[in-house]
């Protein structure tokens, strides 16, 4: 077996099941997956990194298939939602109203019996409160951590007592979103406590990128032609998903969020696919 590098620096054999799997689950037919990972495990060689492999890839399937190459770029394009993590707490905001919470809120701040806290968002769903935490990593390797999960559930604890002192019986339930994985023990904690943990792979009947793919909700910045230029632009606009910059027109997307015609029609381009399904050449 040949040996490669993962972002974390650990070694690990190539699994070609697990790197073909990964192309079913971007949306690639059978006959695509065979031709992909055939071509791909023919050029993996041992040192190579993960990095490295997902970047053949996704190159082939861009040519051969748009939609899928896109969507098989969907853990860079939550990566790029940052790096200040911003945006990627609107972007979960985004995934929360799709998943059916409501009266989503963020930014609030709630009184506790000790102190006053900050919390990312706050929202309600089959009559029951949540406490939604946000973690943002700007690198995969990054898993985080239980002291990040022991903290959000300290925080609730504060608000419940201080609920109960006011004679409010209200459960707040807790749940923790990131965009990248949870630590061993941070999973195992969560457990123990009942709180809700949705990151990357994690729970695996269904994970943040099962989330973003069923209801086709998709940053912008999975799209190859946004750059960091035109990611600002859109920004700046309130342009964070692809399925509210496809209705646009080239001519929109130059004069309305000034981006050169040249980039805008490339970006229209691979939101048509990935909204509509265009752009396949196999």
């Known amino acids: 077996m040949v040996e490669i590098v993962k972002t974390t620096g650990q070694k690990e054999s190539f699994e070609r099941a697990k790197f073909c799997d990964s192309l079913r689950k971007a949306g690639a037919p059978n006959d695509l997956t065979e031709e992909i990972c055939t071509k791909v495990e023919k050029e993996v060689l041992p040192g190579m990194s993960t990095t490295q492999i997902f970047r053949k890839a996704s ?9 899928v190459g896109i969507r098989y770029n969907v853990k860079r394009g939550v990566e790029l939602l940052g790096p200040a993590g911003f945006l990627f707490e609107q972007f979960v905001e985004a995934l929360m109203r799709a998943e059916g919470y409501e009266n989503t809120a963020h ?19 089959g009559g029951q409160r949540y406490i939604v935490e946000i973690k ?52 195992a904690y969560a457990r123990c406590r009942g709180i809700a943990l949705i990151g990357w792979q994690y729970p695996k009947e269904r994970c943040l990128e099962d989330i973003i793919r069923e209801h086709v909700l998709y940053p912008t910045t999975v ?24 209705p ?27 909204v509509y399904g265009s752009g396949h050449t196999d």
């Open 59 to 67: 190159k082939y399937l861009m040519r051969k298939n748009l939609p």
């Open 107 to 125: 930014d609030q701040m709630i009184r506790g019996e000790c102190v006053e806290h900050e919390i990312d968002v706050v929202a309600e769903k």
């Open 136 to 187: 943002y990593h700007n690198q995969s390797a990054i898993k985080t951590p239980i002291e990040v999960v022991m903290y959000a559930d300290a925080r609730r604890e504060d608000i419940a007592r201080a609920e109960a002192k006011q004679g409010r019986n209200v459960k707040h339930n807790l749940l923790l979103v990131t965009n990248t994985k949870f630590s061993g023990n941070a999973v």
């Open 223 to 246: 799209l190859p032609s946004v750059d960091r230029g035109a990611r600002e632009a859109l920004s700046r606009h309130g342009m964070m998903l692809v399925r509210d910059l496809a």
């Open 248 to 274: 646009y027109s080239i001519e929109d997307v130059v004069k309305k969020i000034g981006i050169d015609e040249k980039r805008a029609r490339g970006i229209i381009k691979e939101a048509h696919a990935l």
